[in-house]
DNA sequence: CATATATACCTCGCCTGTCAATGTATATAT
DNA sequence: ATATATACATTGACAGGCGAGGTATATATG
């Protein structure tokens, strides 16, 4: 069973967020680790991703820096800051309370 | 801590299903029904609910007919039919993955 | 009697996140 | 040559949530 957008909608960033936590990435392999995460039954659409990434970093949450490549395609790497260590609590925390609430509702 | 509307949405309908599976009701009764189950931190805003409900009538997972209220407003009463039961058994299930799925993702 | 509050319904139009479609460029496999 | 994978990015449509506004009935309060 795929997960319909709408259910997602709003973690999108903690995703991300919680990807980057482990260690600075780019777009397509942050895409590929929650795959691989969630069994391929859930991933990011990129349009998504990006417009995500265009947000995380206007809240400045996340930093971004250019890869140095030599072959291949250039790449974008994202890094989280304080803020989006902080912001990722938040979000977690958010998380712990939804989960209590939908259960109560959907009984 | 109040819950941002991009993580409940996709929810409503299977909130309201939920409360209709114990009885048949009205917009506002379950919408006081569902503050109460939640201590006050979760309230479904009337556009939102009424919206819900088209398109829950419109996707026959209910059914509605007005109460013979002979004093006080009028009340729009909702009956869950078989669809809806079906449609809810989907959304709950939906629930249980997609707590997985998040909770593998924000570690 | 005037006013506020609670009950109960409803619609319009904006906002925002998602995503299909589309485009660019590099590298490798067949 | 052609396809596929990697890697980036934008545009415009779509849909659900909701603020703001509206209607009507009944009761409480000063």
């Given at each position: 069973m795929?997960?319909?957008?709408?259910i997602?909608r709003g973690?999108?960033e903690?995703?991300?967020?919680?990807s980057?936590?482990e260690?600075?990435?780019y777009?397509?392999?942050?895409?590929?680790?929650?795959m691989?995460?969630?069994n391929n039954t859930?991933?990011l659409?990129?349009?998504?991703l990006?417009?995500?990434?265009r947000?995380?970093?206007?809240a400045?949450?996340?930093?971004?820096?250019w890869?140095?490549?030599?072959?291949?395609?250039?790449r974008r790497?994202?890094?989280?800051t304080?803020?989006g260590r902080?912001a990722?609590?938040?979000?977690?925390?958010?998380w712990?309370?939804?989960?209590k609430i939908?259960d109560?509702?959907?009984k």
């Amino acid at each position: 069973m795929s997960i319909t957008s709408d259910i997602l909608r709003g973690h999108t960033e903690a995703i991300i967020l919680s990807s980057l936590l482990e260690q600075d990435s780019y777009g397509y392999q942050i895409n590929k680790d929650i795959m691989k995460k969630t069994n391929n039954t859930y991933e990011l659409k990129e349009a998504t991703l990006y417009s995500a990434f265009r947000r995380l970093e206007q809240a400045g949450c996340i930093r971004t820096y250019w890869g140095d490549e030599t072959v291949g395609a250039r790449r974008r790497y994202y890094a989280i800051t304080d803020e989006g260590r902080m912001a990722y609590q938040g979000y977690k925390q958010e998380w712990q309370e939804v989960k209590k609430i939908i259960d109560k509702l959907l009984k």
